[in-house]
């Protein structure tokens, strides 16, 4: 059971440059996310999906599109890359028990830098 | 939204016990408290989450106050590997699949 994992651990682009992050769950969870973290911050939500082809903006969703594919699978697109995005980008899913109660489990991150 | 707030950081001795406070003055009736913490390098891991009644897992406890306005993570024996930012979260009951993570605190652990 590997978790949320994300694909590619460490990114670096060119201002205008475009690109995907990946995400995927084996943990046969509805509900997924997207986080960025700026350095000595906490996270802000980008985006959301309740349910597979179903997404959601969150807090911060200027810049970026996601699509999730499948219910394992919920990207991050990039379409030109600026600057102020770089930061360490999280996926995460959760399970939900309980009304308001869910738990979320986070991915290792993936660090991008925009040059 | 309602809104925590909590100490930029804090220190422990190993060993001995660490208790986290989080001010939450604006919690509504059915939010529920949450906390994670963050490793170094790492993404948030679950701690453990409360309404009411304080509660216990494995990792922690959580003392909620009377009137709900605020709360604290209590480490029963803090060992090095505690050592993370500690987010208190309050799980929006309009947008329940939103989570809005402050600053935190970042624990230091001493030998």
């Known amino acids: 059971n590997a978790g949320v994992t994300q694909t590619p651990k460490f990114q670096v682009l060119k201002t205008g440059q475009s690109m995907t992050l990946q995400c995927a769950q084996d943990?046969?969870?509805?509900?997924m996310y997207w986080y960025r973290q700026d350095p000595g911050m906490g996270l802000r939500l980008i985006y959301y999906s309740a349910s597979e082809g179903t997404t959601d903006k969150g807090e911060v969703p200027n810049g970026y599109n996601v699509s999730r594919l499948n219910k394992r699978e919920f990207s991050l697109r990039l379409e030109s890359a600026a600057p102020s995005q770089t930061s360490v980008y999280f996926c995460?899913?959760?399970?939900?028990?309980?009304?308001?109660?869910?738990?979320?489990?986070f991915g290792p991150g993936t660090r991008l830098l925009v040059l | 939204d309602a809104k925590t707030t909590q100490p930029n950081s804090m220190e422990s001795n190993e060993e001995e016990p660490v208790h986290l406070p989080c001010n939450h003055s604006t919690i509504s009736g059915t939010d529920y408290i949450h906390w994670y913490r963050q490793l170094p390098s790492q993404g948030p891991e679950y701690v453990i989450h409360g309404l009411t009644s304080n509660v216990n897992n494995r990792m922690a406890s959580l003392a909620i106050a009377e009137d709900r306005k605020s709360s604290t993570l209590i480490l029963h024996r803090a060992t090095l590997r505690d050592a993370a930012v500690y987010y208190c979260i309050l799980r929006d009951r309009h947008n329940f699949n939103k989570f809005y993570f402050g600053s935190g605190t970042k624990l230091n652990v001493k030998p």
């Open positions: 995460a899913s959760s399970r939900p028990w309980g009304k308001y109660q869910e738990t979320q489990y």
């Open positions: 943990m046969n969870h509805n509900s």
